[in-house]
Protein backbone atom coordinates (compact mmCIF):
# COMPACT_ATOMS: atom_id res chain seq x y z
CA UNK A 1 0.00 0.00 0.00
CA UNK A 2 2.66 2.34 0.92
CA UNK A 3 4.70 1.81 -2.88
CA UNK A 4 0.99 2.43 -4.36
CA UNK A 5 0.67 5.11 -2.55
CA UNK A 6 3.99 6.89 -3.05
CA UNK A 7 3.95 5.76 -6.94
CA UNK A 8 0.39 7.81 -7.42
CA UNK A 9 1.38 10.85 -5.20
CA UNK A 10 4.62 10.93 -7.72
CA UNK A 11 2.93 10.35 -10.97
CA UNK A 12 -0.13 12.87 -9.46
CA UNK A 13 2.42 15.92 -10.03
CA UNK A 14 3.78 14.99 -13.05
CA UNK A 15 2.71 16.83 -16.69
CA UNK A 16 1.78 13.65 -17.36
CA UNK A 17 -1.46 13.27 -15.47
CA UNK A 18 -2.11 17.05 -14.92
CA UNK A 19 -0.66 19.30 -17.19
CA UNK A 20 -0.61 22.62 -16.87
CA UNK A 21 -2.94 25.05 -18.37
CA UNK A 22 -4.91 21.93 -19.49
CA UNK A 23 -8.74 22.55 -19.82
CA UNK A 24 -9.90 19.94 -21.92
CA UNK A 25 -12.01 17.68 -22.27
CA UNK A 26 -14.80 19.10 -19.67
CA UNK A 27 -16.31 17.11 -17.91
CA UNK A 28 -19.96 18.45 -16.43
CA UNK A 29 -18.77 21.56 -17.36
CA UNK A 30 -15.22 21.13 -14.96
CA UNK A 31 -11.98 21.36 -16.51
CA UNK A 32 -9.56 18.61 -16.82
CA UNK A 33 -7.36 19.93 -13.81
CA UNK A 34 -10.02 19.64 -11.48
CA UNK A 35 -11.77 16.38 -12.47
CA UNK A 36 -8.36 14.42 -12.44
CA UNK A 37 -7.67 15.98 -9.27
CA UNK A 38 -10.41 14.60 -8.15
CA UNK A 39 -10.16 11.51 -9.15
CA UNK A 40 -6.95 11.55 -7.68
CA UNK A 41 -8.41 11.81 -4.43
CA UNK A 42 -10.82 9.40 -4.37
CA UNK A 43 -8.10 7.02 -5.59
CA UNK A 44 -6.12 7.74 -2.32
CA UNK A 45 -9.37 7.67 -0.11
CA UNK A 46 -9.57 3.93 -1.61
CA UNK A 47 -6.36 3.35 -1.03
CA UNK A 48 -6.33 4.51 2.85
CA UNK A 49 -9.97 2.67 3.40
CA UNK A 50 -8.33 -0.79 1.57
CA UNK A 51 -5.31 -0.33 3.58
CA UNK A 52 -7.42 -0.29 6.79
CA UNK A 53 -9.34 -2.92 6.30
CA UNK A 54 -5.93 -4.84 5.18
CA UNK A 55 -4.38 -4.39 8.43
CA UNK A 56 -6.88 -3.81 11.06
CA UNK A 57 -7.27 -7.63 11.74
CA UNK A 58 -6.50 -9.17 15.37
CA UNK A 59 -3.52 -8.91 16.32
CA UNK A 60 -2.67 -10.29 20.24
CA UNK A 61 -1.19 -7.77 22.23
CA UNK A 62 -3.27 -4.94 20.75
CA UNK A 63 -4.23 -2.48 23.01
CA UNK A 64 -7.41 -2.52 22.08
CA UNK A 65 -7.94 -6.18 22.62
CA UNK A 66 -7.53 -6.67 26.82
CA UNK A 67 -10.61 -7.71 28.33
Known sequence: MWAVSA???VVTFTPLVIPPYRIEPRLAA???TLWAGMIV???FVG???AATRLY???E???DGDRE
Do not use: K, Q, W
Request: proline residues 11%.
Open 47 to 49: LTA
Open 30 to 32: MPY
Open 7 to 9: VLA
Open 60 to 62: PGR
Open 56 to 58: SGD
Open 41 to 43: AAL
